[in-house]
Every structure is written in C-alpha cells, then in structure tokens.
T-cell receptor, first 110, second 114 residues
Framework: RKEVEQDPGPFNVPEGATVAFNCTYSNSASQSFFWYRQDCRKEPKLLMS???SGNEDGRFTAQLNRASQYISLLIRDSKLSDSATYLCVVNSGTASKLTFGTGTRLQVTL | NAGVTQTPKFQVLKTGQSMTLQCAQD?????MSWYRQDPGMGLRLIHYSVGAGITDQGEVPNGYNVSRSTTEDFPLRLLSAAPSQTSVYFC?????????????FGPGTRLTVL
C-alpha cells in the first residue's frame, strides 16, 4: 500500500462548482499534513497546512480525520484559475521526511 | 529575493556522463532538499541537508551525491547518468525541516538521459 494515496482524476467541473478531494495515508504516526498546488510543468507551491481542527482559507477548506487516516480538500465556487494538480503531503514523524501523493488533477471549465 | 533558483532548466545527457545540478537559495534557510518527480510516482526525496556541512540520504539516493559547503548552495551530482535518472528534479528549502515549515521549491530541472 502506498504511504499516501490520491485519486489521480482528472476531476472536470464547471466554474462555480464545489469539488472535494480526499487523500489517505498509511502511517498512523504521521504528524503534519499539507496540500500543495502544482501547475502544469511548474514547481509545487504550498496551498495550505491541515490542522486537526480543520482550517479554512477563503474558498478552500481542509479537514483531517485521524481515526480514518485521511485528509480532504474542499474547493467552493471553483474558478478557471483553480485548474491544477493538488498534491497531498504528509510528514511522518521525522522533520526531514515529507511524503508526496501523486496528485489529483482538477480541470475547471466554462 | 530570488527565492530558490535552479540551473540548468533543461539538460540532455548520454548514458555514463556526469553532471551537477545547481541549486541556490537567498532566504537563509537551513534546510534544503532534492526531489525527483516521475509520472505516477509523486515527488521522491533524494538527499537533504539540515545545515552547512550536514547531508543525509532520502528515499532514492543511489546514483546521486550532494554536498553543502554553504548555507546558500546545495548542488546535486549525477555520477554516471543512466536512463532511469530521466526525470524532473526539484530543489526545495525551508527555514528548518520542522513539521509545519513551508517548503519553497525551485522551478525544476528537466533531465533526459539517452
């Protein structure tokens, strides 16, 4: 089983739609969780950290479920500019080890 | 601030050739790392450094060497290139390797080994 698993998509949604991605992780000792965004042929950039209590940043909401070992990302009112690949990232104990999921591709259309 | 810079952007090598991928950051970050990204595999950690003079292996270190003589620079050396090393290479830095510290990535180097 992969340490971090994501549905590769693509998720094709119309502008204005709400879309949600899930990511599961296998190491129950994982301590930190992130969502990064990667545009085509560009470097990943931090979208948001995921806290135990859940957190929101504008149209983006991240949730953590430790019991079921998954994190989620909800995007409301999707924009064309949200089209990208969303990477789930988990830090498993040691500061140096970040494990990246393979990413979920989102395509927002008119 | 330029952030994290990488050179070259593109490189084609023949099997057996060696080369160095350059990475520099101007944010005075202690922690630097190298990843490779392959289709369907996600980013995988090659080597990392928690400060000048200190390096350690990541998940896929074979075939690569690193050194960290200054805080700013963290070059990645391919000793004898193989087609399996065809990939996109990203360098990243953060204030520390701490759990909540954002990693800043360079623009990547696209390497093809023939």
């Amino acid at each position: 089983r992969k340490e971090v698993e994501q549905d590769p998509g693509p998720f094709n949604v119309p502008e204005g739609a709400t879309v949600a991605f899930n990511c599961t992780y296998s190491n129950s000792a994982s301590q930190s969780f992130f969502w990064y965004r990667q545009d085509c042929r560009k470097e990943p950039k931090l979208l948001m950290s995921v806290y135990s209590s859940g957190n929101e940043d504008g149209r983006f909401t991240a949730q953590l479920n430790r019991a079921s070992q998954y994190i989620s990302l909800l995007i409301r009112d999707s924009k064309l500019s949200d089209s990208a690949t969303y990477l789930c990232v988990v830090n498993s104990g040691t500061a140096s080890k970040l494990t990246f999921g393979t990413g979920t591709r989102l395509q927002v259309t008119l | 601030n330029a952030g994290v810079t990488q050179t070259p952007k593109f490189q084609v090598l023949k099997t057996g050739q060696s080369m160095t991928l350059q990475c520099a950051q101007d944010m005075n970050h202690e922690y630097m790392s190298w990843y490779r990204q392959d289709p369907g595999m996600g980013l995988r950690l090659i080597h990392y450094s928690v400060g000048a003079g200190i390096t350690d292996q990541g998940e896929v270190p074979n075939g690569y060497n690193v050194s960290r003589s200054t805080t700013e620079d963290f070059p990645l050396r391919l000793l004898s290139a193989a087609p399996s090393q065809t990939s996109v290479y990203f360098c990243a830095s953060s204030e520390t390797g701490g759990r909540y510290n954002e990693q800043f990535f360079g623009p990547g180097t696209r390497l093809t080994v023939l």
